[in-house]
């Protein structure tokens, strides 16, 4: 049961969705995505909302707060408000958890006893998609309709798929037409916009992540469709929350003013650096005012670009910040670019057995007794990520693969042709089995579930870790089976594998790091980038029959026959400079 709050006290009780059967198995906090705004956070969002407000002289002022927490947005913006407006307020609010809204209705209701408040202990997409209105305490009074809203200040819930489940997840996406990994947030982003008034105004704090992510094209796409965006900020690793959070701030206004693709939105992103300081602040908010490398209070150093939020690529291309110095270099590295790794290959990620006890071991002489299965391949991990070549980790893993390739069509392994491992196979049967999924499927028990295609494992492969701070690639000459940790691609569509050794080149020099930076920018904590398939796909290769790309060449080789010595560090340093002679940029500023 819920119970619906006024400035009077108790007034009503409604059905609404159980949080806690919907979370099972994981904390409070995390289940409902409960992550509290720092006030000065709070206070940053309600002033650029009232900045991008058009207020009236008359009338009452509707404003939503659909996850109110602690009330600490909500207090900002009504003290924001009071700025511009003299008139009637009237706060309607939600909250899943009944003693977070009575706190923050007390708090509201003690500093603004003018204002009207309305507070239902209720899940808001459950009243932001009813189909029928129903006669409950925010509806407009003298009738059914429920209110559009002229003010919405949000710190949504942040709760992903696997902790919501499945089903949920499946029904806010057919409801809001979302896509990939949805998050709860996703759905709220876009409940809002449903009932932000054509003249109104919104602040959304949000996570970053579907601004670059492929799984978040679709809300992209319906963001500039449905709202006016008026600016954006990336607060990246900042660690405004305590919550493993990188939030974005997003400002639009209603429907009524559009043309968005005729607008330029202004877009700051904030990252932290090991760059020298060129001036110092108090907080990365205070940063947020100023371009450069920006010093703060507590000693860390961060990355401040402005610009605007590029939209040459349509409606659900990546977010970034698109400056005319970036812009100007992205231009000359595409005039310099012959093909994209996409082109050169597929980009796959490693296999997965979803039973590596059983399939991957570091002991297989010991858990064997010196039997070892005749099945059994080197395995590449991200334990053994190196540049241009893999390092020797301090145990060596290796994966029992029961797949072969004939006539270029994937086989599973007949296990009466390989009796040791038939007998290592047969003892771990019941965890095997467990897989149901697998069988079901269609497969034999004792396969893995994703093996990719067997015959490429022979081949030369570049191989790359997905999270780092540095770009991490390497060749594999070897014969190794790539782990799910890792990226790799052979050369195809009809390139030699010497594509590979230039690939390699270009995705370790810092070149690319920049070129991320003006293409994607996903960062993670502490300057650590994504280097997922979609990104990768895309990053730049000169031609190939160049002499520079052929001098690359011949040191990407020397540097993996130097076999990480101090020498291959000093000519990393000279194919570095190669690198960004190949794509025309010389000695150019970097950054």
């Known amino acids: ?295 703060v209070g507590d000693g860390r150093r961060f990355m401040v670009k402005s610009g605007i939020l590029d939209n040459s690529d349509g409606s659900d291309a990546v977010w970034r910040v698109a400056t005319a110095t970036g812009n100007t270099w ?24 979803c039973a590596d006890k059983v399939f991957i071991r570091h002991d297989w002489e010991g858990i064997t007794k010196g039997e070892l299965p005749e099945l059994l391949r080197p395995l590449i991990t991200h334990h053994s990520a190196g540049r241009y070549r893999a390092t020797v980790p301090k145990k060596t893993r290796h994966i029992l693969y029961p797949h072969t390739a004939v006539d270029g069509k994937r086989m599973v392994i007949d296990l009466d042709d390989y009796p040791k491992s038939k007998a290592y196979l047969e003892a771990n049967r019941p965890v095997l089995e467990g897989r149901t999924y697998v069988i079901e499927g269609g497969r034999k028990w004792y396969e893995i579930w994703v093996p990719q295609n067997p015959s490429c494992w022979s081949c030369p492969k570049l191989v790359f870790r997905d999270i780092s701070e540095r770009p991490t690639f390497w060749l594999d000459l070897e014969g190794g089976v790539v782990n799910g940790d890792c990226y790799w691609m052979v050369a195809e569509n009809g390139h030699e594998a010497e594509w590979l050794w230039l690939a390699a080149a270009v995705a370790n020099s810092t070149l690319i790091e920049t070129f991320y930076d003006h293409r994607f920018n996903n960062k993670l904590y502490a300057g650590r980038r994504r280097f997922i398939t979609q990104y990768v796909q895309q990053f730049p290769l000169p031609d190939i029959h160049s002499l520079v790309a052929q001098e690359i060449i011949k040191k990407a080789k020397a540097i993996y026959e130097a076999n990480h010595s101090a020498a291959a560090e000093d000519m990393e340093r000279e194919l570095d400079k190669l690198v960004w002679q190949a794509f025309g940029l010389g000695e150019e500023i970097r950054r």
């Open 1 to 295: 049961m819920t119970i619906s709050i006024n400035q009077g006290g108790l007034m009503s009780q409604s059905a609404g969705i159980d949080s806690t059967k919907r979370y099972q198995a994981v904390t409070s906090n995390k289940a409902n995505g409960e992550t509290y705004t720092p006030l000065e956070l709070a206070d940053f969002v309600a002033y650029h909302i009232c900045r991008y407000h058009q207020f009236l002289d008359s009338g009452t002022l509707r404003v939503l707060d659909p996850s109110i927490g602690d009330g600490e947005l909500s207090l900002s913006l009504l003290k924001e408000i009071r700025k511009f407006y003299q008139g009637k307020v009237e706060l309607f609010a939600f909250d899943t958890n009944a003693t977070a809204l009575s706190k923050s209705h007390s708090r509201i209701a003690s500093r603004y006893p003018d204002c009207m408040l309305r507070f239902e202990n209720k899940d808001f997409l459950q009243f932001a998609i009813e189909g029928d209105c129903q006669p409950d305490l925010l509806t407009v009074r003298g009738s059914q309709e429920k209110p559009k809203f002229d003010l919405i200040i949000a710190n949504p819930p942040y709760v992903r798929t696997q902790i919501m489940g499945a089903s949920e997840a499946q029904r806010l996406a057919s409801t809001f037409g979302l896509t990939g990994r949805v998050d709860l947030y996703q759905a709220f982003l876009l409940a809002m916009a449903k009932v932000l008034a054509p003249n109104g105004t919104a602040g959304f704090i949000v996570s970053n992540r579907f601004m670059t992510t492929r799984g978040g094209a679709a809300l992209r796409r319906e963001l500039r469709k449905t709202l006016k965006l008026r600016e954006v900020w990336d607060l990246g690793d900042t660690k405004l929350f305590d919550a493993a959070v990188l939030p974005a701030v997003i400002i639009a206004n209603g429907s009524k003013v559009q043309n968005n693709q005729d607008t330029a939105v202004p877009f700051t992103s904030i990252y932290e650096t090991k760059e020298h300081a060129e001036l110092q602040v108090e907080s990365p908010i205070q940063a947020l005012v100023t371009t450069g490398v920006i010093a």
């Open 330 to 353: 992205l231009a000359t590295v595409e005039k310099h670019t012959a093909r994209t790794f996409g082109e050169i290959g597929k980009i796959r990620v490693g296999v997965k057995t």
